[in-house]
């Protein structure tokens, strides 16, 4: 019993280490075409006119972004004026029709129709 459980100890162990070989193997033999296809893309964007062509291009790209923010907060602004000023006008209205029919009796109304107390 003791004889089979070393054994199968020692073949984890012994299959564990040839997993380990040949994962390493493959991870050597994949890192040459890692910096060989790393080496490629430096030399090929190391050109000066292509780091030029970008530049110019990331620069349009920013400067036509600020102008569409800039025309996206001028039509907000021109929308909140819009809204202020609608919301002011209705509320202007409502007070006139509320000050035109309202029934209230005001303060000197109630004083004229209340008797003094007498002592």
């Keep these: 019993m003791a004889d089979d459980r070393r054994k199968k100890i020692?073949?984890?162990?012994?299959?564990?280490?040839?997993?380990?070989?040949?994962?390493?193997?493959?991870?050597?033999?994949?890192l040459k075409n890692v910096w060989v296809g790393e080496q490629r893309f430096s030399s090929a964007?190391?050109?000066?006119?292509?780091?030029?062509?970008?530049k110019a291009d990331l620069s349009q790209i920013l400067t036509?972004?600020?102008?569409?923010?800039?025309?996206?907060?001028?039509?907000?602004?021109?929308?909140?004026?819009?809204?202020?000023?609608?919301l002011v006008n209705s509320l202007l209205s409502e007070v006139g029709e509320l000050s035109a029919t309202s029934s209230i009796a005001t303060g000197t109304d109630l004083l004229a129709t209340t008797t003094p107390p007498t002592n």
């Design 64 to 86: 036509d972004t600020k102008s569409q923010l800039k025309e996206i907060e001028r039509i907000r602004a021109e929308k909140k004026k819009g809204e202020a000023t609608a």
């Design 10 to 30: 020692f073949l984890m162990r012994i299959s564990i280490a040839v997993f380990m070989v040949l994962l390493f193997s493959v991870w050597v033999f994949n």
């Design 45 to 54: 964007t190391n050109n000066d006119t292509s780091w030029q062509n970008l």
